[in-house]
């Protein structure tokens, strides 16, 4: 975040990516990290993103009285020249695109193109415009908390609310943090404005107006009506959403808003759209585009930045941030049009969520078949008083059961280590969400390339970086990958009080290893795949553990993970730890190691952990990038030699 003084009155903003130029301007009574779904869009497409919070709103300074949209429309016009912006597309909603339409009016030749969603042109009413005045007098009396819940149900859509409560926390965040004078003052200027239907059909610049498909705000009609007016418009109406499509259905609301920038400006979307998103995402999200700035970064090796003033916006001391891991968390959050968190190792990241998460809850419900260090830290340090819980994932009503003896916090793994059993996360996400319980996912061995829980219901999807994520056996780093804002903010917070940050090396090596991921990860699961049909016909083989093997759970992984099962995969022989450790031993090939994800195949007995709970004989091993064939031979090899007989 960075601060610009404008006469008086700091604006707080975002600058980030590079390529033309794109302003995003929030309604009310949000703030600019209601965007955060674009501006990673944006971002990771070749474009620059700027989103501020208006005066009154967010981290900037609230002015009491009245302000009118021609102040915030004068405000974005400085900020643009604080910046040496000279033009810019502005992007706006309800307010937003109303303050977006008086910017046009005052500053037409600053505009390139205007994207308007859920927006009214027209005048208020005098009865509308004696509603508003009402309302900011009753923020003046009352606070937020009490129109926030009101406003809720007609903000966000129903089915929204049910299917992503994290889309619900979110926008009661953003309209509780909200200062009542500063929302009071936007209200009594916003009565006021002036009609901006002439304005329309002079437009002389590309439009797009948006609209949700059960926006009560801003109704069908209306947008319809507006989109006519303007001509050469092109009217999108985003299905299963209210009055914030941008934040509902993020995917569709970009697909609309890439398809629009591309006719508007082409050739400056640079990644090539959204056939490869994700993929594109990871090598371009973090990759410099000015003249002369180099391709690859140097990791920045800094403890302190200079910085002078009172603390605020910017770099000061290495524990608060560091810009390589600004760039690493860009990549990530791009996979998953999110905003991430890296810290030092995916057990610090996990101890930062259950703290951000377990205040007022009574339990903490985890996999019982886990990852077990997550399942010990859980236990251990029962976080704000939040008692560990074991639960099996796969037990639906015994999940209801357990979620309904008291606030709770669902903490999923699928599929899980060592065992890979896979869970249905959204049916788990819905359980979660009838609950009031935030739900987590432990997503390290699918990786966002291949599984998605945010999708499907999770507030947060936790990663081992160490793991598949880098790929290269060279570093240790987690990450935490979310869209609520405010659980970003409290992660960030944690990381910095308790002392989890990465190095800046890791996090560069990190980020250059996640650009192959998409590549790794396929060739990976293609090969553990082959090597699990191999083994469940193998004699000596009791058991084979693998998302794509088990009859009963194939359809729903399928589901879940469509572009493969990962590199991970588990056997059980026919025999007990001493011929484990034997077979495991007379490999040629394959490394005796513990973890995975690497280039390089590795195995190891797993119950040879103290705490794991593994059955005696399983061998876990992942699949490197060797090709198949060797992989199967050594294997075959390993079995005769270290279990003759």
Avoid at 249 to 276: C, E, I, K, M, V
Avoid at 363 to 386: C, K, M, S, T
């Amino acid at each position: 975040m960075s601060i610009w003084p404008a006469g008086g009155v700091d604006i707080s903003y975002d600058d980030t990516g590079s390529g033309p130029p794109v302003v995003l301007v929030h309604g009310h009574p949000f703030d600019r990290s209601m965007w955060y779904p674009q501006v990673s869009y944006l971002t990771s497409h070749g474009y620059r993103a700027i989103a501020a919070d208006l005066r009154g709103y967010g981290a900037s300074t609230v002015v009491p009285g009245k302000t009118t949209l021609d102040v915030f429309a004068r405000d974005i016009a400085g900020l643009l020249d604080h910046l040496s912006v000279p033009a810019a597309i502005l992007c706006g909603l309800s307010m937003g695109g109303q303050i977006v339409l008086e910017f046009t009016r005052l500053f037409p030749d600053r505009v390139l193109a205007l994207v308007l969603a859920d927006t009214s042109a027209p005048a208020d009413t005098q009865a509308g415009a004696a509603v508003r005045r009402a309302t900011a007098d009753r923020l003046l009396s009352e606070g937020m908390a009490g129109y926030a819940a009101e406003v809720l149900p007609k903000m966000v859509s129903p089915r929204t609310l049910r299917r992503r409560p994290d889309i619900g926390a979110h926008v009661t965040g953003m309209m509780r943090g909200t200062a009542p004078a500063g929302a009071a003052a936007a209200l009594r200027g916003r009565a006021e404005r002036p009609d901006y239907v002439g304005l329309l059909s002079d437009l002389a610049v590309p439009a797009l107006v948006v609209v949700g498909s059960d926006d009560e705000f801003t109704p069908l009609a209306d947008a319809r009506l507006l989109a006519e007016r303007i001509g050469s418009a092109t009217l999108t109406v985003i299905p299963d959403a209210g009055h914030m499509p941008n934040l509902e259905q993020p995917a569709a609301f970009n697909d609309a808003l890439g398809q629009f920038l591309r006719a508007a400006l082409p050739g400056h979307d640079r990644s090539g759209g959204r056939t490869a998103s994700a993929d594109s995402a990871l090598i371009h999200a973090a990759t410099p585009r000015d003249r002369g700035e180099p391709l690859v970064p140097p990791p920045v090796l800094a403890s302190i930045f200079a910085s002078d003033g009172e603390p605020g916006g910017g770099l000061a001391y290495g524990r608060n941030g560091n810009p390589t891991w600004q760039s690493l968390e860009r990549a990530l959050g791009a996979l998953e049009d999110a905003g991430a968190v890296a810290f030092s190792s995916g057990q610090a990241a996990a101890m930062a969520l259950m703290l951000a998460l377990a205040r007022g809850r009574k339990q903490i419900l985890v996999p019982r078949d886990g990852y077990y260090n997550v399942r010990e830290l859980a236990r251990r340090l029962r976080p704000h008083g939040a008692e560990a819980v074991s639960v099996d994932l796969q037990d639906l009503a015994g999940v209801e059961r357990e979620l309904g003896r008291g606030p709770s916090v669902l903490w999923a793994e699928s599929p899980t280590n060592p065992l890979l059993r896979v869970a249905d996360l959204a049916a788990l996400g819905r359980l979660a969400a009838a609950a009031g319980a935030p739900m987590v996912v432990d997503n390290t061995v699918a990786t966002g390339v291949l599984q998605q829980p945010l999708e499907l219901g999770a507030i947060a999807s936790l990663c081992s970086l160490t793991k598949s994520a880098s790929g290269h056996s060279d570093l240790i780093m987690g990450a935490v990958v979310s869209r609520d804002q405010q659980l970003l903010a409290e992660l960030r917070d944690w990381r910095t009080l308790g002392g989890g940050i990465a190095g800046p090396l890791e996090a560069w090596l990190a980020l250059r290893g996640l650009k192959t991921l998409p590549l790794r990860i396929e060739r990976q699961s293609a090969t553990a795949l082959a090597i699990a049909e191999y083994l469940a016909a193998h004699p000596r083989v009791a058991a084979v553990h693998y998302p794509g093997s088990c009859a009963a759970t194939r359809d729903l992984a399928r589901a879940q993970m469509p572009r493969g099962f990962g590199p991970l995969l588990s056997f059980e022989l026919d025999g007990g730890a001493a011929d484990a450790d034997a077979v495991v031993a007379a490999a040629r090939l394959i490394v005796q190691a513990t973890s995975f994800g690497g280039v390089e195949s590795s195995w190891e007995r797993r119950g040879r952990w103290p705490g794991e709970s593994a059955p005696d004989s399983l061998i876990r091993l992942s699949a490197g990038l060797e090709p198949a064939a060797d992989l199967i031979a050594d294997i075959d090899q390993s079995l005769r030699a270290g279990w003759p007989g």
